[in-house]
């Protein structure tokens, strides 16, 4: 299909390629994926801001202005959207309670029987159901498998994944996630509630917002108050949202984080308050992994046991990046030979299952021991109810079975049993084990087609390592050293960060989750110890998910050193096929270009006036304006737009046929899924006339100059949140456009290689 | 003086005023001070490429390359000035403590004796003494007048005071601190101490950073570490620069902040394990305002008493607009009638500090009343041990002074006298005549000629407000509701927000200073109503007292709304004065241009080439290149660059004879205090030869298109930290500059009125 501009002059030395547009847009990737781009910056066209005059001077001198209008609908929306997480993620947490407490009541029942065998029948197909059940639900909607958090750290990102955000999803996630969580599989629930906190942000909002940026600030906003519900970390929710998701971050987003928090929390704590005396709220309620108490000086730390946090890190960093590699082979493993299949999927999902539950169930029967439960005297109140979640498998009463206490049982209870019981509750043997296998087994899992978070496992095998670890030192100088609970949160810590790399939002989250802020030193040492050594090896689980999803191409948040160093300029980088249009166009032109080239922006060029760059247009507004029929028969088809030098006013001449402009809200009516081409027909008729672009193209687009160098570039598209930046020469001619795809490492990397030959 | 450029053609229509270099650059405020601005982007020119590229290549190979040595430089920085940090908030700790110490016990073994007369003559000469010290080190340094906080947030916005991070500045401010908190005026050594990490950041860093852009870096870092080491709140201090202080913000930049935070409060833990055995550390050391407790139920809160945290934040926002505009009317008043003159400034320090005493003297006198010391019984360590803070002043053994315990006592003890006694310690009345008197006293004190920070004052007033309201609440629903001390804690946060107007970082630095995590949702909603409250009557105390320096334009997170509405354009608000030079460019030419205007900056226009923005080049280039002599005859003066399209490199004709390049070790070794013009002599036979600009050209300036919106030039100014932003015509022609006096509000409205006029 030829659509070439035969009757513009073409004075232009440059390469501009309209008669090419069906070239290849993906040039460094063979992919056949294509995800789009979201746009975080606003419109500049005149259109746009005489919809945004408009609305502005309707309300003018009122006192109920369009601008405190929008700010009251924006914090309604903020609490509701903390009203739905808080509750999804209380009825998600009492589901998976009373679903778990049910399977070990029967299975505790037959074993006082003494019958293991039926019991184990019993605890495998309790196991299996459930994830069976898990497993539906990611076959229903496969976008509600794994964490969540790769996917919500794209979406912040700026790429487009497709049904991220639908109800369909959150649904599916919400529901898989107790399935999957009462099925006793090494995953938790918190990556999942961030991504439903994203989902419910997205849907409570989607009728009135308009706007990628919006919806990306609701969006962070969600997923922040997704962790908070999660972790009852309302600061660490807000920490992880900046820390992990935004690319972008403002003090009115961290304030609106704020306020969403904490009606998140508000929502929560009342729900758990239920049943309590007019709303009290015990401590139990409101920490997820129990209350780390102050006690006497053995229950702190020295100043001198900070150097053995400082290797507990190191270890733990080092566990992560073990951690990391293997999963990251397993999920290549994975793409290769299962994912393709849903049944495969499905079998993989019930044959994981099924290791769980043996490796679980067996482990406690083979190595069978049993230990006297401690007395009471001195205990504080957590403790005491503690000892009702110690696991007697068979052992006597007033006996308990410390590896059963640790594997068969609920990751939570395990968690609060590590960090809070002292010194001796568990056998260095038992922790080992617990420590190997249950790592193992979280490796395995983490990728299968069931909703799963990786915070509790990685917790509670950090927990166990730590306390394995205190033991020991316990061992080498008793009575100088802290109790082992307190390494076990240092190791839990670690093992976390050595996975995830995150340092200041998992410090807030584990202090907000325990309670107690005099570990605020000692996490901080080792979470920054276990990211050092960790990044030694690797990146972190997530990005490594993110880069294995085909077409996407995240930007991280520094431009790594190698490509940094003024080798390249934009002019080397950037794409130099070049689809553009002009400023009053043929209708033929913009049907054929929008049927055959898929780019959503395309850079308006005014070839009657040396060529230069006039503006740019997206796509949907030229799709809008075909179906608006706002064409027109030129009084003189080859009439150039007055050039008056301040160009703030397009005015259209007094003496063309064009049709009046189609105003702001009719184009946006559509966000953000417009009418495809295809869709929409043109007559033959209708070919001939002209389209004038003048009013909706942004006149003001962002543009670098080609001997930008590549890292200011890469700041600039990434800071502002671009799409499409264009790259212009001296005169201000479009010489080539700089897209999400041309910064990637990979496409930095092959441009370094071929530099000399591009030009 | 004319320093026109006759040799150049002048095709251009546009109003290049290359002439009128004398014009008024600041052309919206009548002040005469100019305060410069820093450039927070990097240098894009040929001379920096080729040094940047020489540095990496020169190591390329190697195992311990450039960036490797880079980073273990700046870490190593990074731990020294946590070190450094830690040690000075340590020391001036023990040095407060220690004068106030031997004060109080000097007058109560006076007052022991019965004479209450001397004893208020030894606490008056005593108050007046460390008074006229402190104010003395503001009259050595008035830059280490105030809470530095103000100036702090300057720097990071990017507005260069003057002497703000000299090592003199920082020595006068933590000298001074201590006479002002010894002193016993109402303030705090929380804002000092933040002033004092910026300080000692920029000290450690001066002789290896050389441009602004990584000493900002730094001095951000530092600032956190100010405030981590003032309340033992590492991640509060982070989160402060987040929030108060970084116009930009990035991920290695917080991690960076994680790891001098983590090496200033290991600092000062270790400098506090001292004394105890092989370093271990009580609470009492950990937590700034002592630990709150977990207890029974009543220490806590139920879900309800939200409702009331959220009236008690209302009033706090409101409390906090009154202290605000009360205190902004008296600096008025003292900019006006003190400030100019040493003499009233130090007679108004003393003046002050006698009301102090008369007022913390007098009123436990006037009204004396004696309560019986509570029984120990049930109480907590802390408790027992604040019991001895209590103070008699008069009293028979066995009681105490509660109006006493709050006036005649160390800010910090009263605070924790408030925070952590259960009801009933403190009658209502004595609370109600504490924070009336305390809070009047503040408000007069803040601004006096004395290193003072505003935390102190506002928390202790903010505490006795809260303790009122909670015991209010007591005798209405006895039993129901919190201890009063809860109470206290909100009050505090609500009073200090008020004033302050932080959130997230105010919540975080309250709960590590008080270490415990249950009072995190009650802290972000009294935190919240108290700044969107007091946001309707004014601003924060910081911003006031921003705005009242003179020349200091102050860019806010966001345009306000008014501005934004697309109203006015770039090409509005820019300065049409335009002040350029020529790629080659005559010496005299040259040097009256420098000695006439003092702008940092000049945009490089090509009158050869359709007078295109070529680049720019910024003043002290222009100065180096005139010291080093890098001058010469050309060839053919009139010679052009060579215009190629990809203007990648910018090549030397061969037939010239201009002088080789000045490398950019050479260029940036002056940093950052260049030889001003005036000492650099050119003779007559130099001023008739060129210089060769081009290679010292940042050729990809940041620019802006005369018809971009407001909002987005102000956001490009702001996001990428820039200095000038310079406004272009749709055929690179450069129009205009946009600087920091163009953005500020005044500015803005100023355009709004006369847009039609400019034009």
Redesign the interface.
């Known amino acids: 299909m030829n659509v070439s501009n035969s009757t513009a002059t073409r004075k232009s030395?440059?390469a501009f390629r309209q008669d090419s547009v069906g070239y290849n847009p993906d040039r460094h990737h063979n992919s056949d994926v294509k995800i789009a781009s979201l746009t975080y910056?606003?419109d500049?066209s005149e259109a746009?801001?005489a919809h945004?005059?408009s609305t502005?001077y309707k309300y003018r001198g009122t006192y109920w202005n369009e601008?405190k209008r929008e700010i009251m609908i924006r914090y309604i929306q903020l609490a509701l959207i903390g009203l739905i997480q808080g509750s999804v993620a209380y009825f998600c947490n009492v589901a998976c309670h009373y679903f778990v407490e049910r399977k070990f009541e029967r299975v505790a029942s037959i074993l006082e029987s003494g019958s293991y065998f039926f019991a184990f029948l019993s605890y495998f197909g309790h196991q299996l159901t459930f994830a069976a059940f898990a497993s539906l639900a990611v076959m229903i909607e496969p976008m509600s498998g794994g964490s969540g958090i790769p996917e919500v750290k794209c979406f912040l990102n700026g790429i487009d994944l497709p049904r991220i955000n639908d109800i369909k999803t959150g649904l599916c996630k919400v529901i898989g996630v107790v399935g999957s969580v009462s099925a006793g599989l090494p995953v938790g629930k918190e990556g999942p509630m961030v991504h439903s906190g994203a989902v419910v942000a997205a849907s409570v909002t989607r009728s009135s917002v308009r706007d990628d940026k919006a919806r990306r600030d609701f969006v962070a906003c969600g997923a922040a108050s997704g962790v908070c519900t999660a972790f009852s970390a309302?600061?660490g929710g807000?920490?992880f949202a900046f820390?992990e998701g935004a690319s972008y971050?403002?003090?009115?987003v961290?304030?609106r984080t704020?306020?969403c928090?904490?009606c998140s929390?508000?929502t929560l704590?009342?729900w758990n308050?239920v049943g309590s005396s007019?709303?009290?709220?015990?401590?139990d309620k409101?920490?997820s992994f129990g209350?780390f108490?102050?006690e006497g000086?053995q229950a702190?730390?020295?100043?001198?046991e900070?150097l053995i946090f400082v290797f507990i890190g190191c270890m733990g960093g080092m566990i992560g990046a073990i951690f990391n590699n293997t999963n990251e082979k397993l999920t290549h493993w994975r793409i290769k030979h299962v994912n393709h299949s849903k049944f495969r999927r499905y079998l993989e999902v019930l044959c994981i299952s099924s290791i769980v539950s043996i490796v679980c169930f067996g482990i406690p029967f083979i190595f069978h021991e049993c230990i006297q439960v401690p007395d009471t005297d001195g205990m504080s109140q957590q403790q005491v109810e503690l000892i009702n979640r110690f696991v007697q498998f068979g052992c006597p009463e007033g006996q308990y079975h410390p590896t059963a206490s640790l594997f068969f049982t609920d990751g939570n209870d395990a968690i609060k049993l590590l960090f809070h019981m002292h010194e001796h509750t568990f056998p260095e043997k038992a922790l080992l084990l617990f420590f190997v296998c249950y790592i193992s087994l979280a490796t395995v899992t983490y990728g299968i087609a069931v909703p799963s978070g990786l915070f509790v496992p990685s917790l509670l095998s950090g927990a166990a390592f730590g306390r394995l670890f205190g033991n020991l030192i316990y061992k080498i100088i008793p009575d100088?050293v802290a109790f082992s609970n307190t390494y076990s949160l240092i190791g839990a810590a670690a093992v976390l960060g050595g996975m995830a790399r995150m340092?200041?939002s998992l410090?807030?989250i584990l202090?907000?989750a325990?309670?107690?802020?005099?570990f605020?030193?000692p996490l901080?040492?080792s979470l920054?110890c276990a990211?050092v050594v960790g990044s030694l090896f690797n990146t972190d689980l997530y990005h490594i998910h993110i880069h294995l999803k085909p077409g996407v191409h995240f930007l991280d948040?520094?431009l790594r050193?190698i490509s940094g160093?003024?080798?390249l300029?934009?002019?080397h980088i950037m794409s130099k096929d070049l689809v553009f249009i002009r400023p009053i166009e043929k209708v033929a032109t913009v049907y054929d270009l929008l049927a055959t080239c898929d780019h959503a922006f395309f850079p308006v060029v005014d070839t009657e006036d040396?060529d230069?760059?006039?503006g740019t247009v997206s796509r949907h507004i030229l799709t809008t304006l075909l179906q608006q029929r706002a064409i027109g028969v030129a009084a003189n088809p080859s009439a150039s737009p007055n050039r008056n030098?301040?160009?703030?006013h397009v005015t259209l001449e007094p003496n063309c046929n064009y049709v009046p402009l189609v105003p702001y809200k009719i184009l946006e009516r559509e966000y953000p899924a417009y009418t495809p081409i295809s869709e929409i027909a043109v007559s033959d008729n209708d070919r001939e006339c002209f389209i004038d672009i003048r009013p909706y193209c942004n006149?003001?687009p962002h543009?670098?100059?080609?001997?930008?160098?590549v890292?200011?570039a890469y700041?600039?598209f990434r800071?502002?949140g671009l799409r499409m930046l264009l790259v212009?020469?001296?005169?201000?001619q479009c010489?080539g456009t700089i897209t999400r795809d041309d910064l990637t490492a990979e496409a930095l990397a092959q441009d370094m290689i071929t530099k000399g030959k591009n030009?």
Do not use: C
């Not at 971050?249 to 009115?252: A, E, P």
């Not at 543009?703 to 930008?708: I, K, L, M, P, R």
């Open positions: 030395k440059f910056n606003e500049e746009y801001r945004d005059a502005h601008g309302p600061i807000m920490l820390e971050w403002s003090q009115s961290t304030f704020f306020f928090s904490a929390i508000a704590y009342t308050s007019f709303g009290a709220l015990g401590f409101l920490f209350n108490i102050f000086m702190s730390y020295s100043v001198w900070l100088k340092t200041i410090t807030v202090l907000e325990t309670g107690n802020e005099q605020v030193l901080m040492i920054f990211r948040g520094e050193a160093h003024h080798d300029y934009a002019g040396r230069i760059l006039y030098i301040v160009q703030n006149t003001a543009t670098v100059q080609e001997t930008t160098s890292r200011r700041e600039t800071t502002l212009v020469n001296k005169y201000n010489v030009l």
